[in-house]
């Protein structure tokens, strides 16, 4: 474990170093308190991720996976255990640096797409390049994501998943290091959800983000470097894929 860790400001990792990990999860533990009742979320989670990787973190619901996600996007804190990015102790940041953090190295998506309903698709990711460091142009973003057509469209005149594509440009926007989706295809068909997973899979080849993806279907596992498998709130598998499959390709 841990015992020292630079302040949230480290400095970004010297040229020629990007094998070192991004995250070093160390023992980490979530436990949620709810009167006498105690739900250990996670349970004592060792993990190391890496830049440009595509990981599938896999399980039933109530495995571990959201939290996981939570706590390497500094939305949550765990209860005991160590989570440096870049060398930087998340665990003990507060909240102003956490704060710079997400907004300035995590991209979120979600199962829903929290969009504006009276901004246009340009106009919603505008929303992130406003306040950003380095942005992208919206334009840029929506044309990443195969949107330049739709990007002066408003989400109702827009189908499931144009909009989960646009939340995707927001998220990506920003340049993040780390790109962390729950259940992004879960309210999708199967033939939209396909859509997504390539918008995200073109992110991530494109752009080198690292990128972590929660899903119930074992199917979109092929497309990952590594598949991790939560239960209980513990890793109980790590599988690495010797090549990557395109979305396309995976046996829907």
């Not at 939340?167 to 993040?176: E, G, L």
């Not at 918008?199 to 598949?227: F, P, Q, S």
Request: with cysteine; proline share 5%.
């Amino acid at each position: 474990m841990e015992t020292a860790t630079p302040a949230l400001s480290a400095p970004p990792l010297a040229e020629g170093s990007d094998r070192d990990p991004l995250f070093r999860v160390r023992d980490v533990t979530k436990i949620y308190t709810t009167g006498e009742v105690e739900v250990r979320a996670l349970d004592g989670i060792d993990l190391d991720l890496f830049g440009s990787e595509l990981i599938v973190l896999l399980g039933a619901s109530g495995s571990g996976k959201s939290t996981l996600l939570n706590v390497l996007g500094g939305l949550d804190q765990p209860t005991s255990g160590t989570i440096s990015y870049r060398g930087a102790d998340l665990t003990t940041a507060n909240e102003d640096e956490l704060t710079q953090y997400r907004r300035d190295s995590v991209g979120f998506i979600f199962q829903f797409y929290n969009l504006i309903p009276s901004l246009t698709g340009r106009e919603n990711v505008a929303l992130i390049t406003d306040i950003s460091r380095d942005p992208m142009t919206p334009e840029e973003a929506l044309s990443l994501v195969d949107l330049s057509g739709r990007m002066d469209h408003f989400p109702s005149q827009m189908s499931g998943g144009e909009q989960q594509r646009v939340a995707i440009a927001r998220a990506i926007a920003k340049r993040p290091e780390v790109l962390l989706c729950d259940e992004p295809t879960g309210a999708l068909d199967v033939k939209t959800g396909i859509t997504v997973l390539e918008a995200i899979e073109k992110v991530n080849l494109e752009l080198g983000t690292l990128t972590v993806v929660i899903t119930h279907n074992a199917i979109i596992a092929d497309m990952a470097d590594r598949v991790i498998h939560l239960s209980d709130g513990q890793i109980i598998d790590i599988k690495r894929n010797r090549t990557r499959r395109p979305v396309r390709t995976l046996a829907w």
